[in-house]
């Protein structure tokens, strides 16, 4: 069965250091890999997503970028961190077929940026 | 941007009463999915229904998508204290297996509480 990794839960960084979060997911392969960030009490907002090793497209501009350097690995990071990059991280994967596009997502990571 | 708003912003209902909560959508898309949210969880994936369906269910849920008002409603029917949780729909894009690659944008979401 396939599975999704994401660590760590919780992350608490100082404002402008950097910052690198991981993904794996597991049983499947050539997955779509998507990060987003969720506000508290707010929807989900896609920041990449990536379609095969090396393939990373953003959604919206943000002091953060996205690697994809194997098939079911996908990590989320940043030089120097703001405080506007607290929230909460969600690592995702879907595999296309039919036109069904289910997602499963990672347990999250909580990161609060002081 | 958001493609998806979900009505209520939240809920709050008694053990055993049926909880809905529509979402409504401005593209076109391919399905409509709800997911659910624990607090501090990832999101889980409930029901799909594509866009030629009018109705679906699951156990407890029932889904309905009304493509010409661009809505859809998700109602849990003698609902428990374990579905008090966020709720979310997405929409998928049209050309799901092209361009969109699979993307799916997401409501605000509905945070429901059931009452023991």
Known sequence: SQTIHQWPATLVQPVGSPLSLECTVEGTSNPNLYWYRQAAGRGLQLLFYSVGIGQISSEVPQNLSASRPQDRQFILSSKKLLLSDSGFYLCAWSVLAMYKNIQYFGAGTRLSVL | SQQGEEDPQALSIQEGENATMNCSYKTSINNL????????????????????????????????????????????????????????????AANAGGTSYGKLTFGQGTILTVHP
Not at chain 2, 42 to 62: A, D, M, Q, Y
Not at chain 2, 64 to 87: E, G, H, P, V
């Open chain 2, 33 to 92: 999915q709800w997911y659910r949210q624990n607090s501090g969880r990832g999101l889980v994936h409930l029901i799909l229904i594509r866009s030629n369906e009018r109705e679906k269910h699951s156990g407890r849920l029932r889904v309905t998508l009304d493509t010409s008002k661009k809505s859809s409603s998700l109602l849990i029917t003698a609902s428990r204290a374990a579905d008090t949780a966020s709720y979310f729909c997405a929409g998928g």
